[in-house]
């Protein structure tokens, strides 16, 4: 009897890695979006998981907002969480390399599975509706006859190295107001609280389309589709160049076949029509990678945000 028990144990104990491993999800995954609530990187999250419960039916998702130190805290949070494949989280350029390059981070990319990029989203100056200035040369203009406080998404992000290389092109100092998210820098602007603010296009598309806000460059290699009339920085004599990504990762150790799972469901998402036309309704630039190619483009991005960082340190 007991001989033909031992096996029998034997068997059901090896299975039982594998039963766990089945039953994944096991409770709510938690989406960490290292940003306030209300914000692009935010909206990005929950129009995933309305996809998501498509080919999740069963599964729980949570969005837990990590807002702070341009989204390190939120990045941390990530690298750190149980690697048990219940806690994803939201990374963005450039601040997730920013913080490593600057040695503030409790964290490297390795830290993270990376399982692809959603959306790119290009930097924009804004100026506040009642603002006489139109242009970049008379934002440049205004810098020199008086101190213009800036808005920018916290140190080493996407905005405040825009801003800083903006400075270096038109040999300007701003007064750089770091804020903690998107939503405090369109209520500043809304506001005129700030005299301009380095941002994404998505953050104030809206409001420059209603005459609340008024955009006055957008900084990328070509005009806008959707904002065609908006010159970009290179034509108006500034080559400043910054866009935003926005992809999900997962904790480095999370079991693999749990991790497969994952960049699965994140392929499917991205390939739904009803995502991808949530996403063109609300004025987000979809960049598909995959995870490979999403972690060359971060590495790359390193290494460039580095370079900048050892002649400009913040």
């Known amino acids: 009897m007991l001989k033909r028990i031992a096996p029998l144990a034997l068997a059901m104990c090896l299975a039982l890695p594998f039963a766990a491993q089945a039953e994944y999800p096991s409770g709510p995954v938690t989406i960490i979006v290292p940003s306030n609530a209300g914000g692009s990187t935010d909206a990005t999250a929950r129009l995933f998981i309305l996809s998501a419960k498509k080919f999740w ?9 990590v ?5 390190q805290k939120g990045f941390e949070e990530i690298a750190e969480a149980k690697p048990d494949g219940q806690t994803i989280g939201m990374v963005f350029t450039t601040q ?10 409790r964290y490297t990319l390795d830290s993270f599975h990376v399982m692809g990029n959603v959306a790119d989203d290009p930097e924009i100056v804004v100026v506040p509706a009642t603002s006489p200035i139109k242009t970049l040369d008379e934002f440049a203009k205004a810098a020199k006859q008086k101190s213009l406080t800036v808005a920018v998404n916290g140190i080493g992000s996407d905005d405040f190295v825009a801003a800083k290389k903006f400075e270096e092109r ?3 100092t701003f007064n750089l107001m770091p804020t903690k998210g998107s939503t405090e820098q369109k209520a500043a602007i809304l506001g005129g609280h700030v005299d301009g603010s380095f941002m994404n296009l998505s953050q104030m598309f809206a409001q ?3 005459a609340q ?14 904002l065609p009339d908006v010159a970009t920085g290179i034509e108006q004599g500034y080559p400043v160049e910054m866009t935003a990504t926005r992809g999900f990762v997962a904790p480095a150790k999370v079991d693999p076949a749990i ?3 994952l960049d699965d469901l994140f392929q499917k998402v991205m390939a739904d029509p009803e995502f991808l036309a949530a996403c063109k309704k609300n004025n987000m630039y979809l960049l598909p990678m995959s995870g490979p190619e999403y972690v060359k ?3 790359d991005e390193q290494a460039d945000t580095q370079r900048y960082f050892e002649k400009n340190p913040w």
């Open 57 to 65: 039916p069963n599964a729980e998702f949570v969005v837990k907002n």
């Open 67 to 71: 807002g702070g130190s341009g989204g």
């Open 96 to 105: 997730v390399v920013a913080h490593v390059v600057s040695k503030r981070a």
């Open 170 to 172: 038109a040999d300007v």
């Open 208 to 210: 420059h389309k209603a």
């Open 213 to 226: 806000a008024r955009i006055i460059a957008i900084l990328s290699k070509k005009r806008s589709e959707i």
């Open 259 to 261: 991790l497969a799972k």
């Open 297 to 299: 483009y971060l590495k």
